[in-house]
């Protein structure tokens, strides 16, 4: 079975940082992508950000929101993904979800991580 | 950034009643490769998204075959057969196509 659970939200001021992690199982996680989703209070979805497998050079994508603040990474020996946040602002309060990519989206999604940046 | 734009946004529908739902994109969807990477998510309440369409019209794993995706180009439409009270939550299209990746604003189905 698919698991995929995130950790490392919490309470963080603005400016500050945070790293979120994605632990993976029930797949051969090294040949996947992985993306990243949030979704604010009340709101909807939104897509942050991707990273392909080792046979695609571990490249990245992410939304203009994010760019240059937010930085994806993986440890295939590890079964983990991980999403670096720095500067971070009152507008990245949401829940963080890591999604397994297949079919050209999530086709697996975790139960999510709350980051609230409050001062 | 294609816009992904969904109608009604909220769609309140009589139990064993069909449903369906519109997504628009803001340029076509058809990917260079041939495909069009539009796809369906069903969120329940205080649940996590779960996809039940991918390319347009397949359905994933476990998915009811009452669930059904159809459409081209920019068009996409997202249909329940009969409606069960387990289908209540908000429903999501989303474009794999073209970067950055994006979803509709989402349609809330209730039961009358």
């Known amino acids: 079975e698919v698991q995929l659970v995130e950790s490392g939200g919490g309470l963080v001021q603005p400016g500050g940082s945070l790293r979120l992690s994605c632990a993976a199982s029930?797949?051969?996680?090294?040949?996947?992508?992985m993306d990243w989703v949030r979704q604010a209070p009340g709101k909807g979805l939104e897509w942050v950000g991707r990273i392909r497998n080792k046979a695609n050079s571990y490249t990245t994508e992410y939304a203009a929101s994010v760019k240059g603040r937010f930085t994806i990474s993986r440890d295939d020996s590890k079964n983990s993904l991980y999403l670096q946040m720095n500067s971070l602002k009152t507008e990245d309060t949401a829940v963080y979800y890591c999604a397994r990519d297949s079919g050209g989206s999530g086709d697996s999604w975790g139960q999510g991580t709350l980051v609230t940046v409050s001062s | 950034d294609v816009v992904m734009t969904q109608s009604p946004l909220s769609l309140p529908v009589t139990l064993g009643q069909p449903a369906s739902i519109s997504c628009r994109s803001s340029q076509s969807l058809v990917h260079s490769n041939g495909n069009t990477y539009l796809n369906w998510f069903q969120q329940r309440p205080g649940q996590s998204p779960r996809r039940l369409i991918y390319k347009v019209s397949n359905r994933d794993s476990g998915v009811p075959d009452r669930f059904s995706g159809s459409g081209s180009g920019t068009d996409f439409t997202l249909k329940i057969s009969r409606v069960e009270a387990e289908d209540v939550g908000v429903y999501y299209c989303m474009q794999g196509s073209h970067w950055p990746l994006t979803f509709g604003q989402g349609t809330k189905v209730e039961i009358k």
């Open positions: 029930g797949f051969t996680f090294s040949d996947y992508y």
